[in-house]
């Protein structure tokens, strides 16, 4: 294991344990400094105490990253990862459907037209992992040998604007797919019921004025006729 | 080997509206009746619960009630010179599975045809002269007439607790209502659902413009309602997540609630589920199926049904794969023309646009799709299509079905879709827009079809049905000016913006549209041109009757669900009043 390896373990280590406590400990540069917690005895043991169901290290500081550059913090919401969106995609990843449930997986494979959606062999869990091996492998070509997660904050924008418009080409691997699925993920999990671990404490809901549970309306249709309605969200947790 | 099972007067495939309707109406008439239902129970006091249902990564994300792409998918290509592919899971469209079927999750818009969308070539000849009509354009007449299909109509609304307002009683208009439509007999069940804020700005700008607004009918009660069946119906609560949902309320119909009750009571009724039909066997002598051929997906068992009478109702796809596999009737060869399983393929040609109204409050989480307000100018006949090139139209609609913040949430196009400036951006525009839709129709093309795929297969070893279907220049001519029409529209109503979405040259299975499929085993007055006969029994198997869109010859600008269930009582009625006395084709050839 690489120093680099080890240093991003340790401070994924410390996301885990300490939740949101480092709420603004997310590296900006590539030398930012893993949590001050002392290695415990369970981090000697990194397998066993991954925070995450699924994702790896190297995983989850790329997708914490880009979470925090889709969703920075900023007067309306704490940063992407500080709502659980990187937990939440973990989950999603470590659910059935990142298992490819209720997808058909015959072959044979063909790239097809676009028309004809996706038509890749791997599910979720895996064109995460390659789409994770294909943009860091793009951000070290491109960025002084850098994977994403060590880059600065700019740099960060700037790769992923680059996957966005296509421009960035990774090797072998469909870079605006890749980029397309991480966002919608991102946003699916800044804006579900929290009990899929993102939009913690209801943030995203309160950010664009959607109450949540139990949205029974028929008495608020007149009395809320082009005047605002606002009630502090409510969530699937509150009424369990 | 297969188990053989006793012998059942009647078994039915596939139990969503079509299928309850049949079961219904084929017990009442004392037969003993057994429905094969491929996916899972799903029973209302179970699953159509809060919380549950207010769960949209659960039901509108990963499409809890969609069917098993892992288990049978279909595939795809633009024209017949190309590869099909798998669609390795839905998209465009998303068919249902389990009791209910996509009468679940639908958006419960229930309407009827016009009455000339039933002979429309007649119509189009009649008007436009018949060398107006492309030889590619293979549509035909319906074997039903709206006057026939009337008293069908008005019983599956009552079914279904439908709120609406009637625009021509018994041939009197009345304001307010669609003048368009064909006469009714008698007035919707319900009073229409209360209109939201941007469906009546968009009313009252089409109304200044000379054209008809009315409230959409929709199979959700706005008020507390007691169906034939005897069930009680709940009023809608505005919850915004009927789309690819359930109700609690039991306001939006589904055959779950509205009748599938019923039938749980009858003795005369026996539901398997997992039970998937594999085969239909097919005695071509004696022109007739035996017995159906499924296996149990719980265990692995396969059985033989054999019956009296085989009602076909799953969806347009598995029932074309059906008839396909089992070799009844000749297969559509798009080559020559000849043959007609699979002939006749259609889609809904949906189009639309976003407003944006700076500084209102839409509320747009208070929701059903029965707020909206609709205009039926631009659909079918209702306007002169001389010189126009093409023939077709759809009504034109502003939506308030709802906004789940996930994928409810519209925006300007050229605003940033993440990072800094994204945020203040879904704040500023989440409640101050407002949809729009244009129901396209789809007049049947010659290179539009199905059948059985090649090279892949289902779960349990069956070819996949394979679908060729693209956009045709006659409906991107039929959108481009209903949309155009829409636009003016959407301009006297004065946004702060908006946006118009066109729809792409080519069909693609990526992103969702619309889960309006029709044809395949389409319905006409001879076996040359059709499966089916009138009473929507097949010609080459008279105890085989083929429910579902998949009979309809072509797809008029409206949703399918109020014209299948009318076909439901209308092929209900003809089983128990005239074939269950002389068993034999009803109509014949």
Redesign the interface.
Known sequence: MTDDALQRRTFLLGVGLAGTAIATGIPQEAEAQPQPAAPSPAAAAPADTEPFVTLTATEAAFIVAAVD????A?E??PSGSDCGVAVFIDRQLGSA?GG???????G?F?K????????LALTPREFFAAGIVAANAWSRKNFGGKDFDRLAVGDR?AA?KAM?DGKAAFDNFDTRAFFNQL?SL???GF???P??GGNRDKV??K????????????D???A??????VAEPQS?AD?? | MATRLKDVDAVVIGLGFSGAILSRELTKAGLNVVALERGADRNPADEFTLTRLRDELRYAVRLELMQDNSIDTITFRNAPDEVALPIRRFGAFLPGEGVGGTGIHWGALQWRFLPTDFRIRSVLTERYGAKAIPDTMTIQDWPVSYDELEPHYDRFEKLCGVSGQAGNLRGKLISGGNPFEGPRSEDYPNKPIKTAVGPAMFGAAAASLGYHPFPVPVATSSAPYVNPEGITLGACEYCGHCNRTACEANAKASPNVNIVPVLRTEPKFELRTRAFVTRLNYDRNAKRITSVLYTDMRTGEEYEQPAGIVILSSFVFGNTQQLLLAGIGEPYDPSSGNGVVGKNYCYQFEAGANAFFEGREFNPFMGAPGMSIAIDDFNGENFDHSGLGFFGGGYIVCTNAGAPPIGGRAMPKDEPRWGVGWKQATAKWYRCSTGFNTQGSVYAHRDNFMDLDPTYKDALGRPLIRLTYNATDNDHAMSRHVVGKLEGVIKAMNPTRYEMHYRPKNFTVVPYQSTHNTGGTIMGADPNSSVVNRYLQAWDAHNLFVQGASVFPQQPGYNPTGTLGALAYWSAKAITEQYLKNPGPLVHA
Not at chain 1, 69 to 72: C, G, N
Not at chain 1, 112 to 119: D, F, N, S
Not at chain 1, 224 to 229: E, H, Q
């Open positions: 550059t889709l969703i920075p900023d309306l919401s459907w490819g449930a209720k997808m058909y997986r015959a044979p063909h097809g037209k676009p028309e004809q959606g996706y038509q924008v992923l966005e966002l991102a946003m699916a804006f579900a019921d009990i899929y995203a809901w950010m664009i004025g959607f109450p949540g549970l139990p949205a029974t309306y028929a608020k249709i007149d809320y006729r082009d005047k605002r309605y699937i009424f369990s």
